[in-house]
């Protein structure tokens, strides 16, 4: 009787290719393709796209599942960008560096993302380092720079290193291990209903002092859902937020806007006007270090039902905690040198605080609290 073993007789899947782009050299050998779009025109779904070093002038559109894999020191940075999508809310125009769109799997690795030539002069289009658009996938140990515009335009609410959007379909994505620094906005943004997103071990710098867009380190907003887990974000003072009541917009490392249930646990973040803002419902802030929030608080609680627990918040020049909402619950919350400890706003109701560590602070408790504004200014 004739045997037939499956792997040998029946139908085989197709394995993937790998396609290399580069200059053909001692260091890339097999390079076929001089550009990534090419490379990645050719390609099949499924197929590994090896990216060698060197210094790549274009802007990259992905819409089939691929993984770009590039060896150290593979730079995107076109010498200028034009428009080839659009916000899926606002229809604002977008010059996307990398668009992946309309696809899933995509996983892009060891990629440097360099927006400094980017040509734009005014606000329109939107400046983007990567942007997932109706679509899913990873991106892992990357960096992502200079995502500015000219210093005459520094007042555009433009340039995000890393959007997320989705409109009738999911967005699944993963940011991880990433480098994320000199942009304009936001570093790390994910908008709209349908867009999930994992945060993770990633670093987000921004400018420092800016006199033009407030920026936000990590934004989750309008309806998009996910975790912030685990990442240093820093440096988001706006220069025209300069006390309680002169206050503008407010810069801030980590902000979730209109998004439920968003968990930001074991970040640290730093040198802001607010370290932590929940301007949501249902969120859960646990285990974050959160230090020099300038102006304004170490954590905002703006909505109902949200908790911070376990957070470290040391140097606030208001409150390391405000209480802005309904039922939400702080507890054991180490809090060292701020002006007031846990600032509760009048008509908030049902809200749960004990069990709270307090150094080097006048004011444990206030409630109600004077009147100040605080304004987050998210990206969309």
């Known amino acids: 009787m004739a045997l037939c073993i499956l792997s040998l007789c029946g139908p085989r899947a197709a394995r993937a290719a790998t396609l290399t782009v580069g200059q053909k050299t001692?260091?890339?050998?097999?390079?076929?393709?001089?550009?990534i779009q090419n490379a990645v025109n050719a390609a099949s779904s499924g197929d590994v796209i090896k990216v060698c070093a060197g210094t790549y002038p274009e802007q990259v559109v992905i819409s089939k599942s691929l993984t770009v894999n590039g060896d150290n020191g593979a730079i995107i940075s076109p010498v200028s960008v034009s428009a080839n999508t659009s916000s899926l809310a606002s229809g604002q125009p977008i010059a996307a560096i990398v668009l992946v769109q309309n696809t899933t799997a995509v996983t892009i690795q060891n990629v440097i993302i360099d927006g400094e030539g980017n040509g734009i002069s005014g606000c329109s289009p939107d400046l983007i380092g990567i942007f997932y658009q109706n679509a899913s996938g990873l991106l892992n140990h990357m960096a992502v720079r200079n995502v500015e515009l000219a210093p005459d335009?520094?007042?555009?609410?433009?340039?995000?290193?890393?959007?997320?959007?989705?409109?009738?379909?999911?967005?699944?994505v993963t940011i991880e291990n990433s480098s994320i620094h000199n942009y304009q906005k936001g570093g790390i943004t994910a908008?709209?209903?349908?867009?999930?997103?994992t945060i993770s071990g990633n670093v987000v710098t921004g400018v420092g002092?800016?006199?033009?867009?407030?920026?936000?380190?990590?934004?989750?907003?309008?309806?998009?859902?996910?975790?912030?887990?685990a990442n240093t974000v820093a440096n988001h003072i706006y220069a025209l937020c300069i006390d309680l009541m002169g206050c503008p917009a407010a810069a801030t490392d980590i902000l979730v806007y209109q998004?439920?249930?968003?968990?930001?646990?074991?970040?640290?973040?730093?040198?802001?006007?607010?370290g932590i803002a929940i301007v949501a419902?249902?969120?859960?802030?646990?285990s974050n270090t959160v230090f020099d929030s300038l102006v304004f608080d170490?954590?905002?609680?703006?909505?109902?039902?949200?908790?911070?627990?376990g957070n470290h918040i040391t140097h606030s020049d208001q409150a390391a905690v405000v209480i802005s909402g309904n039922g939400n619950t702080v507890q054991q919350d180490v809090i060292n040198d701020?002006?007031?400890?846990?600032?509760?706003?009048?008509?908030?109701?049902?809200?749960?605080v004990g069990s709270n560590t307090f150094f080097n602070t006048p004011i444990e408790a206030q409630d109600p609290k004077p009147s100040a504004i605080r304004r987050a200014l998210p990206y969309r």
Do not use: M, R, W
Not at 298 to 309: D, E, K, M, R, W
């Open 298 to 309: 170490g954590v905002l609680l703006q909505g109902n039902n949200n908790a911070a627990t």
């Open 281 to 286: 419902n249902s969120a859960n802030v646990l």
């Open 26 to 35: 001692a260091a890339c050998p097999k390079a076929l393709y001089s550009t």
């Open 209 to 229: 002092i800016a006199a033009g867009a407030a920026q936000n380190g990590i934004q989750i907003g309008f309806g998009a859902s996910g975790t912030i887990h």
């Open 191 to 197: 908008n709209e209903a349908g867009t999930q997103v």
């Open 338 to 352: 701020a002006a007031i400890g846990i600032l509760t706003v009048a008509g908030s109701t049902g809200n749960t």
């Open 259 to 274: 998004s439920d249930g968003v968990t930001v646990d074991h970040n640290s973040a730093g040198v802001s006007q607010t």
């Open 153 to 172: 335009d520094n007042g555009c609410q433009s340039g995000v290193g890393v959007f997320v959007q989705s409109a009738g379909a999911s967005s699944v």
